[in-house]
């Protein structure tokens, strides 16, 4: 008898009913190969207006992951649609062969081997590591049918691309545009690294928040130095920058109160009085005087570690939203602060060595981590009757991608 099958009218086709593409993807890879299609390509498309896609290559330090597959897979459909509308879209694949991923673990290997190794040594077993890894992503890439140069990649490490980025180094030099200065950055204390901006993660962090006292030194301009015994007041939430603290920023055009409080005398802006006021839990208060921000630009205060502290414009860095509408100003630590400081001319302190340990000149805290000295310094300041108020918030802290850890 017939089955059902007969009695339907099925189209005819030799395209396999199951995918089986375990199996078949291989075989169409080495067919492509066979047939040197990708070459074919090529020279079909010469002279042809080109169309290059550059390649932001991936590390040559693990498998790949779905991301990396992924994105290298948009690529090839990149350039793939641009040979079929006609262009000249050779796919010149690269790798990243340096870097911290690379060095971590070559380190790891390293100790575990129990080997003390030199510079050179390192550097040699960093590029064995990537050569390594090159091939095997090369192979999972191929894998994925991404057509491309794969006998000819650009590495980061081959010698001839090295001296490649000297010499346009060399060429912006020789034509004035490279010079050595400070700068500020994000610095890891525990992978002893400098971070880009985009390695780094903000997570909302438990903080000390502190409102510092600042006496009055001396005053050229004459405006303050009638009220005895002033000190200018200055908000915080992070103690350990403390020690670098060269300045203090006001906003030139808010206006700034000299405020009675007892038998004490404090400066702060006026916007932020209430608030402070609240926090300190003044009772009474008076306002002396009132000036602009502007006019207290030169007066000089004392630091908590016994420095000059002038104040300085901070334009536009001073928040009357938060604070005291003076800001501590340590133009070692932080990318605003820098600013500030070398536009004021104020000298760059940081007296933090790459671990992030206090150096010298932080007495009583050489030696000690700065993420864990803030309880400390806040107690230390408080015994010298440096503290107004202190308390915790939440604040927003940058922290590295890599451990995970805060940064500096
Ligand atoms: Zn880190």
Same mark, same amino acid.
Request: proline share 7%; with cysteine.
């Given at each position: 008898?017939?089955?059902?099958?007969?009695?339907?009218?099925?189209?005819?086709?030799?395209?396999?009913?199951?995918?089986?593409?375990?199996?078949?993807?291989?075989?169409?890879?080495?067919?492509?190969?066979?047939?040197?299609?990708?070459?074919?390509?090529?020279?079909?498309?010469?002279?042809?207006?080109?169309?290059?896609?550059?390649?932001?290559?991936?590390?040559?330090?693990?498998?790949?992951?779905?991301?990396?597959?992924?994105?290298?897979?948009?690529?090839?459909?990149?350039?793939?649609?641009?040979?079929?509308?006609?262009?000249?879209?050779?796919?010149?694949?690269?790798?990243?062969?340096?870097?911290?991923?690379?060095?971590?673990?070559?380190?790891?290997?390293?100790?575990?081997?129990?080997?003390?190794?030199?510079?050179?040594?390192?550097?040699?077993?960093?590029?064995?590591?990537?050569?390594?890894?090159?091939?095997?992503?090369?192979?999972?890439?191929?894998? *994925?049918?991404?057509?491309?140069?794969?006998?000819?990649?650009?590495?980061?490490?081959?010698?001839?691309?090295?001296?490649?980025? *000297?010499?346009?180094?060399?060429?912006?030099?020789? =034509?004035?545009?490279?010079?050595?200065?400070?700068?500020?950055?994000?610095?890891?204390?525990?992978?002893?690294?400098?971070?880009?901006?985009?390695?780094?993660?903000?997570?909302?962090?438990?903080?000390?928040?502190?409102?510092?006292?600042?006496?009055?030194?001396?005053?050229?301009?004459?405006?303050?130095?009638?009220?005895?015994?002033?000190?200018? *007041?200055?908000?915080?939430?992070?103690?350990?920058?403390?020690?670098?603290?060269?300045?203090?920023?006001?906003?030139?055009?808010?206006?700034?109160?000299?405020? =009675?409080?007892?038998?004490?005398?404090?400066?702060?802006?006026?916007?932020?009085?209430?608030?402070?006021?609240?926090?300190?839990?003044?009772?009474?208060?008076?306002?002396?005087? =009132?000036?602009?921000?502007?006019?207290?630009?030169?007066?000089?205060?004392?630091?908590?570690?016994?420095?000059?502290?002038?104040?300085?414009?901070?334009?536009?860095?001073?928040?009357?939203?938060?604070?005291?509408?003076?800001?501590?100003?340590?133009?070692?630590?932080?990318?605003?602060?820098?600013?500030?400081?070398?536009?004021?001319? *104020?000298?760059?302190?940081?007296?933090?060595?790459?671990?992030?340990?206090?150096?010298?000149?932080?007495?009583?805290?050489?030696?000690?981590?700065?993420?864990?000295?803030?309880?400390?310094?806040?107690?230390?300041?408080?015994?010298?009757?440096?503290?107004?108020?202190?308390?915790?918030?939440?604040?927003?802290?940058?922290?590295?991608?890599?451990?995970?850890?805060?940064?500096?």
């Amino acid at each position: 008898m017939a089955g059902y099958r007969d009695t339907l009218n099925l189209p005819n086709t030799n395209f396999p009913m199951k995918a089986d593409l375990v199996k078949r993807e291989p075989e169409r890879l080495r067919w492509w190969r066979e047939r040197g299609l990708y070459r074919k390509l090529r020279a079909a498309r010469s002279g042809r207006q080109v169309w290059l896609l550059h390649d932001g290559p991936p590390y040559s330090n693990a498998h790949l992951h779905l991301g990396t597959a992924a994105n290298k897979i948009w690529k090839d459909a990149a350039v793939r649609s641009a040979s079929a509308r006609g262009l000249d879209s050779p796919y010149v694949p690269g790798w990243d062969n340096h870097g911290m991923p690379i060095e971590t673990e070559v380190g790891k290997q390293l100790r575990s081997e129990g080997v003390d190794a030199d510079r050179l040594t390192l550097r040699r077993r960093c590029r064995e590591y990537a050569t390594r890894w090159v091939g095997i992503q090369r192979e999972e890439f191929e894998r *994925l049918g991404v057509w491309g140069e794969w006998e000819n990649p650009f590495l980061t490490m081959a010698p001839g691309f090295e001296a490649e980025i *000297l010499s346009s180094f060399g060429a912006l030099a020789a =034509r004035g545009f490279i010079e050595r200065r400070l700068r500020s950055i994000h610095w890891c204390p525990t992978d002893r690294t400098a971070l880009a901006l985009a390695e780094i993660e903000y997570q909302d962090d438990p903080a000390h928040s502190i409102i510092v006292r600042f006496p009055l030194l001396r005053d050229p301009g004459g405006a303050l130095a009638r009220h005895a015994g002033l000190e200018a *007041l200055a908000w915080t939430t992070t103690p350990w920058t403390l020690p670098a603290n060269l300045g203090l920023m006001a906003d030139p055009d808010a206006t700034y109160a000299v405020v =009675r409080v007892a038998d004490r005398r404090f400066l702060l802006a006026e916007a932020r009085l209430a608030a402070v006021a609240d926090t300190a839990g003044w009772k009474e208060h008076e306002i002396e005087a =009132r000036t602009k921000g502007a006019t207290l630009v030169g007066a000089v205060f004392e630091g908590p570690w016994g420095n000059e502290s002038p104040i300085v414009d901070g334009t536009p860095y001073v928040s009357l939203k938060d604070g005291t509408g003076l800001v501590h100003l340590a133009p070692g630590h932080g990318r605003e602060d820098f600013e500030v400081g070398r536009r004021a001319g *104020l000298p760059v302190s940081c007296p933090v060595d790459a671990a992030g340990r206090f150096l010298p000149g932080t007495e009583p805290f050489v030696g000690r981590s700065v993420l864990e000295v803030d309880p400390d310094i806040t107690r230390w300041l408080e015994g010298r009757g440096r503290i107004l108020t202190a308390g915790k918030i939440v604040h927003s802290y940058p922290h590295c991608w890599r451990c995970r850890g805060p940064v500096i």
